[in-house]
């Protein structure tokens, strides 16, 4: 399998046209993208750690469920790491939420 950032670059491009949507990134979600229209709509699409592959989320909607099940999944996953793997993540994540949206 390919890594997630690809598999968010294979899943955009086979939804849309090439030049029909600014695409930016998005670190609120795992190797989230931000995609915007012309019309200025918008979307997020996002690497789902449950289920390992691309989903998506609209901003505005109330995706409390979603996070808290991107959340558990990130936990279940941590705690079969070791120390040292925990500590790179950790660094890892400050990275990530230091970014600007």
């Not at 849309?16 to 979600?29: H, M, N």
């Amino acid at each position: 399998m390919s890594s997630p950032a690809v598999e968010i670059a294979r899943w955009i491009n086979e939804n849309f046209e090439p030049g029909a949507v600014d695409v930016k990134d998005f670190p609120s979600y795992p190797f989230g993208r931000l995609l915007t229209d012309s019309n200025g709509e918008t979307m997020i699409v996002y690497w789902d750690v449950l289920y390992h592959k691309a989903a998506f989320t609209f901003p505005g909607v109330d995706d409390s469920d979603q996070r808290r099940d991107i959340i558990r999944a990130i936990a279940e996953q941590a705690a079969k790491l070791g120390t040292g793997d925990l500590l790179r993540l950790l660094g890892h994540a400050k990275e990530l939420g230091n970014k600007e949206p």
